[in-house]
């Protein structure tokens, strides 16, 4: 009897702080013009004093579990996609599983940057297909303001903070391309391209968090090319053409790489799903705070097929199809 998992219910959140371009120009050497035109990003939250990852990815979980109907012991599993952990140890789900009063199950975080909601959605399909679990949470959430050099304009402009959930439920019989379901997920990674984008600090290195560098030229380089080929393995996996797709959620780095994948699958820019202007790049959180955005205002409906593909440090990138 074929398993597939089914996203029962989105949620989202995102800290009060909002951060304009303006408001950058105070003390970075920019402007709006200058961010807006290489980013498409005109503002982004960042958490308050005190707020963490976890506090965040809560909010969001609890959105989710509520759209979903679901109860938090009715969960087999909690996984938490984030780069910015609140400890070192231990992993941030466990405490969103504290504070969501779950006292069953298994919950842990996963890290591949800005592809770790697709990594952690791979994760959740893969215990649910193979019958392990049968209710589990995913979330993506991310304080990036905290590992940020505030001082270097290339970067510092890039990010936002901010947390978003589904739950993802088993189905029974669910075989075919129009059944509603994670039809797929593809994950890769090359760890030949560190130096593109990481974080120069951690506790078996220099014993301090570190702050985020990049080289924003040879990431948008490998952006454009991997996407593309993670997106055409998802089609071709599942027998379809870019002409089948109905939504378009990507990772929201960079308006430009956003606009180049939806050229290169024929998509008009009313199919696809954008948040970069008002929350920039949030990372892990970037995908399931833009679905839990398009599911609440009605655009995605039941049967419509979305496509979800994302890259980040490491290099690691990968896609999902969903049939809602």
Not at 84 to 96: G, H, S
Not at 235 to 264: C, E, F, Y
Request: proline share 4%; hydrophobic share 45%; with cysteine.
């Amino acid at each position: 009897m074929p398993l597939r998992a089914q996203i029962l219910g989105c949620g989202a959140y995102l800290p009060a702080r909002i951060v304009s371009n303006e408001d950058l120009s105070e003390f970075v050497d920019t402007s709006d013009e200058w961010i807006r035109q290489r980013t498409g990003i005109r503002e982004r939250r960042l958490a308050a004093d005190g707020e963490m990852t976890s506090d965040l990815g809560l909010k969001a979980a609890e959105q989710a579990l509520e759209r979903a109907g679901v109860a938090p012991n009715d969960l087999d599993m909690i996984i938490c996609a984030t780069s910015t952990p609140d400890e070192t140890f231990p992993a941030t789900a466990t405490r969103i599983q504290a504070a969501l009063g779950m006292t069953r199950g298994a919950a842990f975080d996963v890290q591949a940057v800005c592809s770790g909601f697709v990594y952690g959605l791979s994760v959740a399909d893969s215990f649910i297909r193979c019958g392990n679990a049968e209710t589990v949470l995913v979330l993506g959430a991310e304080t990036f303001s905290r590992i940020l050099d505030w001082s270097d304009r290339g970067t510092c402009v890039l990010f936002g903070d901010g947390a978003g959930a589904v739950v993802v439920q088993r189905v029974e019989n669910a075989g075919g391309v129009g059944d509603p379901g994670i039809l797929s997920t593809h994950i890769y990674s090359d760890g030949r391209h560190h130096d593109a984008l990481y974080v120069d600090g951690g506790p078996s290195s220099t014993k301090t968090t570190g702050q985020l560098r990049m080289d924003g030229r040879e990431v948008f380089r490998h952006a454009v090319v991997r996407m593309a080929e993670a997106i055409d393995t998802a089609l071709s996996a599942n027998g379809l053409t870019p002409g089948d797709i109905d939504w378009l959620v990507p990772h929201q780095a960079n308006a430009r790489i956003i606009d180049a994948m939806a050229k290169r699958l024929n998509l008009p820019a009313d199919r696809v799903v954008v948040t970069v202007d008002r929350h920039a790049n949030t990372s892990a959180a970037s995908i399931p705070l833009a679905l839990a955005e398009a599911t609440a205002d009605g655009r995605i409906q039941p049967g419509d097929l979305v496509l979800i593909e994302a890259m980040g440090g490491g290099f690691t990138w990968g896609s999902a199809l969903i049939r809602w």
